[in-house]
């Protein structure tokens, strides 16, 4: 034998773990410079896309054991906060994306679980979703071997651009939770969304015709009662909003600062020589970072919450998950306020020439503003009273 054949075998040592953290702020990073020149494009947002799909984050829940990364939900929330201080609408596409991905893992058998994990993974897929609640329902329709989806849906984030669509259909007296790719024959995308926020969310309709949908392509066996689990998905969808409401909350004050401090001149009657120094943009300013400071704090009490909540898997009971949604939804009155406040009010402390359209200011609160009319805040106020006063929460489907 040769002397290295003789060398002892070294350990396989486990690949490092990604910094997720560096790697969304590397993306938010990117996004900052064209910021405002972008969301007045208002185009489809498909190089935004390749930014996170390149850094790797859109596999960053998938288990390691199907090459994905392996990241906590945690990990998924800090990086959404962080992209929402760049962009809130690539922050809504990167947080819908974990939505409707877990919710795809959550509600599949082991089976379709690992199939769907793994190839999403291999092909680097992008999630998107088509269940507003208050539409009418699509519909599953019986056929030899499969089914026949039709429906249309006017909110459908992500969908446009997605390589698979998580949905809920009626199928018989109950209904049915499926995913299916997002370029069918028969699926339609409007690309119709104009409102004045979130413009590059890709946000808008959704036709299905007669859209084939094969059997393996319905999630679990929807005889069955839900995994006790997926009573998660709907806090989950709330605290990934809470956390780009956040962000975006963050991206306003950082941009206000240093407007002040370098743009901003000081009011005649002020008595000093830079805006930064004066008392009332001082106390408002400081006001502002008191209320997101609180924000965060209740988002990150939240996220150990859920962590908490997902560690019990299927074990989860109605009370363990109230508690968990309660603090999730205290979060979302809070987070949902301050980022209306914060980037309304950056304007009295940069002053007038901080409305040029030419800087886009106004995009923060444009985005805050759009964003939380789908969801009125006032019915999560309610379900807070409710656990503190009665121990529950009113099931409601797809919002609470």
């Known amino acids: 034998m040769t002397r290295?054949?003789?060398?002892?075998?070294?350990?396989?040592?486990?690949?490092?773990?990604?910094?997720?953290?560096?790697?969304?702020?590397?993306?938010?990073?990117?996004?900052?410079?064209?910021?405002?020149?972008?969301?007045?494009?208002?185009?489809?947002?498909?190089?935004?896309?390749?930014?996170?799909?390149?850094?790797?984050?859109?596999?960053?829940?998938?288990?390691?054991?199907?090459?994905?990364?392996?990241?906590?939900f945690t990990d998924a929330l800090v990086a959404t906060r962080l992209i929402g201080r760049a962009d809130a609408s690539i922050a809504q596409l990167l947080a819908y994306h974990y939505l409707h991905l877990t919710n795809a893992l959550w509600r599949a058998t082991p089976e379709q679980a690992e199939r769907l994990s793994r190839a999403s993974v291999a092909g680097k897929w992008f999630w998107g979703g088509a269940s507003n609640p208050r539409d009418p329902e699509s519909r599953l329709t019986p056929e030899a071997?499969?089914?026949?989806?039709?429906?249309?849906?006017?909110?459908?984030?992500?969908?446009?651009?997605?390589?698979?669509?998580?949905l809920r259909a009626q199928l018989g007296d109950g209904f049915a939770v499926i995913v299916v790719p997002g370029d069918r024959d028969g699926v339609t995308h409007g690309n119709d969304w104009d409102a004045f926020g979130q413009r590059l969310s890709e946000s808008g309709t959704i036709t299905f015709a007669d859209v084939r949908v094969e059997q393996d392509e319905v999630l679990g066996d929807p005889t069955a009662a839900p995994?006790?689990?997926?009573?998660?998905?709907?806090?989950?969808?709330?605290?990934?909003?809470v956390n780009f409401y956040i962000g975006t909350a963050e991206g306003a004050l950082a941009e206000a600062a240093r407007y002040i401090r370098t743009t901003s001149r000081p009011w005649q009657a002020s008595g000093v020589e830079r805006a930064s120094l004066d008392p009332y943009i001082l106390e408002h300013y400081g006001n502002l970072d008191v209320e997101l400071r609180a924000a965060v704090a209740l988002a990150d009490v939240a996220g150990q919450q859920f962590e908490a909540a997902t560690d019990r898997g299927n074990h989860i009971t109605p009370e363990e998950r109230n508690v968990a949604a309660a603090a999730i939804y205290a979060a979302k009155v809070h987070a949902s306020r301050t980022a209306l406040e914060v980037t309304s009010k950056i304007f009295e402390l940069?002053?007038?020439?901080?409305?040029?359209?030419?800087?886009g200011y106004d995009r923060f609160w444009r985005n805050i503003r759009t964003h939380t009319l789908h969801d009125p805040v006032v019915y999560k106020s309610r379900e807070v009273g409710n656990f503190a006063l009665n121990g529950t929460i009113t099931p409601t489907p797809l919002y609470s």
């Open 4 to 72: 290295s054949s003789l060398q002892p075998v070294a350990a396989a040592r486990p690949s490092p773990r990604p910094d997720w953290t560096a790697l969304a702020q590397g993306v938010a990073d990117a996004l900052v410079p064209d910021a405002a020149a972008r969301d007045h494009a208002g185009a489809s947002p498909r190089r935004e896309l390749e930014l996170l799909r390149e850094a790797g984050l859109l596999a960053l829940l998938n288990p390691v054991a199907h090459g994905g990364g392996g990241g906590s």
């Open 227 to 241: 995994a006790p689990r997926t009573s998660l998905v709907v806090p989950f969808h709330q605290l990934l909003i």
């Open 350 to 359: 940069m002053g007038a020439r901080a409305t040029a359209g030419a800087a």
């Open 145 to 166: 071997g499969g089914f026949r989806l039709s429906g249309r849906k006017t909110f459908a984030s992500n969908a446009a651009l997605a390589d698979r669509i998580t």
